[in-house]
């Protein structure tokens, strides 16, 4: 995992990616109890398809296994969230908090982000950790960003909702 | 944990076992993000992993 960190920061370095954040369940991880988790979700800032695929084009010139969507960097899966599939994705990154694992630097998700992104997913994995998640966060800026990236679609005041009637039963 | 193994009554059995995990999540929260990567690596390396081949970093 912190090989994988290494080879990120190394990225950002050369300028194949502008940005990145750890997400996903290694960002469950951060603020919560140990959990098992098989890959790393990394959030990535880059703008075009152009890009996205230079970042793939880098592994692989590099002899870097791919198996599907992940590639494999120290021995762990990784698969890299483009910025451009959402804007919160982007925001995400830009407002990452800046950690040290070790004396590695890095950036993961706020834990009111990754809410946000765990109700975009909204799998049973997701619904399970958002309310431990939530006695972390800040309530009013939960709030304000779900207001902010609800859509018909993917309705993540409702998921939210949801949520919190379920905690009350 | 030892208390837990002398209590006969259910609803303080489970009064007791609720606190008791409650201050081990606590614990468990509040290592370093390092030591928890440590743990999930050790979790890791004792599952088969659900991506069939891939290896985990101790393989």
């Known amino acids: 995992m912190i090989e994988a960190l290494g080879t990120l920061n190394q990225l950002k370095r050369e300028g194949v990616i502008k940005d990145y954040a750890i997400g996903g369940g290694y960002a469950v991880n951060y603020y919560l109890e140990p959990i098992l988790t098989y890959d790393l979700d990394i959030f990535i800032l880059v703008t075009t398809d152009k890009e996205y695929s230079a970042l793939y084009q880098y592994f692989r010139s590099r002899k870097y296994r791919i198996e599907n969507v992940y590639i494999i960097i120290g021995g762990m899966p990784v698969q890299f969230l483009p910025s451009f599939i959402s804007p919160l994705i982007e925001e995400t990154i830009r407002r990452a908090k800046r950690i040290r694992v070790k004396s590695t630097p890095s950036k993961v998700l706020t834990v009111e982000y990754l809410i946000a992104t765990l109700l975009m997913a909204f799998r049973p994995k997701d619904k399970m950790v958002i309310p431990h998640l939530l006695e972390q966060a800040d309530m009013r800026l939960l709030n304000e960003i779900l207001g902010r990236f609800s859509d018909e679609k993917t309705p993540l005041d409702k998921r939210l909702g949801r949520i919190l009637e379920s905690l009350q039963c | ?59």
């Open chain 2, 1 to 59: 944990m030892k208390k837990l193994l002398w209590i006969r009554d259910s609803e303080e059995f489970w009064k007791v076992f609720s606190v008791e995990r409650e201050a081990r999540r606590k614990q468990l929260r509040n290592l370093p993000f390092a030591k928890k990567i440590e743990i999930v690596e050790k979790m890791r390396a004792a599952q088969p992993s659900p991506h069939g081949r891939l290896p985990t970093s101790e393989s």
